[in-house]
């Protein structure tokens, strides 16, 4: 199997970052990694070894993203304001400086978002905010709304509120949402997004489905047994979805 390494200064974000590529050809995956999760985590966790067969096929490209997330969203000491300001220099640095990357090395006319747990929030928000970039989306155990409270998660923002968060949530936004142009978009997208019964978020999950539905947009929700929220089921989930 092709693997690439890659490490560049990325002058949006002000600091170095790193990915990997697998694959020689294919959709291109672009793969979020989990709040605590780095650039290799879909690799240690098995999850590149669950997709071999189709990467090794021609089917499939991974592009695995490193995190700023204890930088942007989970950044405690800052304001919650500079939390969404930086976690929107993140989504610049992707669509400016990975996705050329992606685009450079595959002409394939497929580009795929995933992400598992957080990372299902960064791949949905991204396609959902930007649908012509995108012809689908696999997000497993994620959370659309980071101003809930549930169980132990917080409020990713302590209460305050603004458009930029509004615009980055998309539980919040895609209800609103009448911009005839980006509704086609999602409309020709492949959506699936899978959680489990007893995952916290399963509601969240829930309105959502209820909102692209609302807006004539096809997608599939999968609703697992149990929490279904690790590396044991996300390698099951990725066989079956991506």
């Known amino acids: 199997m092709n693997r690439e390494y ?30 605590d999760g780095r650039f290799y985590e879909y690799e240690n966790l098995r999850l590149v070894k669950s997709l071999a067969h189709k ?18 969203l989970y950044c405690n000491w800052c304001r919650p304001a500079d939390r969404i300001r930086r976690h929107h220099q993140f989504e610049e640095y992707v669509l400016n400086e990975v996705m050329p990357l992606m685009a450079a090395k595959n002409d394939h006319p497929c580009t795929i978002a995933h992400g598992c747990s957080l ?41 305050h509120y603004d458009n930029e968060i509004y615009f980055h949530t998309p539980s919040h936004f895609l209800p609103n949402l009448d911009c005839q142009w980006r509704l086609d978009h999602l409309r020709r997208m492949d959506i ?26 096809g997608h599939r929700l999968h609703e697992w047994d149990g929490r279904a929220h690790s590396g044991y089921y996300w390698r099951r989930m990725t066989r079956l979805y991506v």
């Open 6 to 35: 890659h490490r560049w200064y990325s002058h949006r974000l002000g600091r170095d970052m790193e990915l990997l590529v697998f694959g020689h050809a294919g959709a291109k995956v672009l793969v979020f990694p989990t709040r």
């Open 55 to 72: 990467i090794n096929a021609g089917q499939l490209q991974l592009y695995c993203l490193d995190s700023i997330d204890w930088e942007s």
């Open 119 to 159: 990372g299902a929030f960064h791949a949905v928000n991204i396609a959902f905010r930007h649908p012509h970039l995108f012809r689908k989306v696999a997000a497993f155990s994620g959370r659309y709304d980071l101003t809930l409270n549930v169980e132990h998660f917080r409020d990713l923002f302590d209460g």
């Open 192 to 217: 699936v997004l899978v959680i489990g019964k007893e995952d916290p978020f399963l509601d969240n999950n829930r309105r959502l489905s209820h909102a692209l539905r609302s807006k004539g947009i």
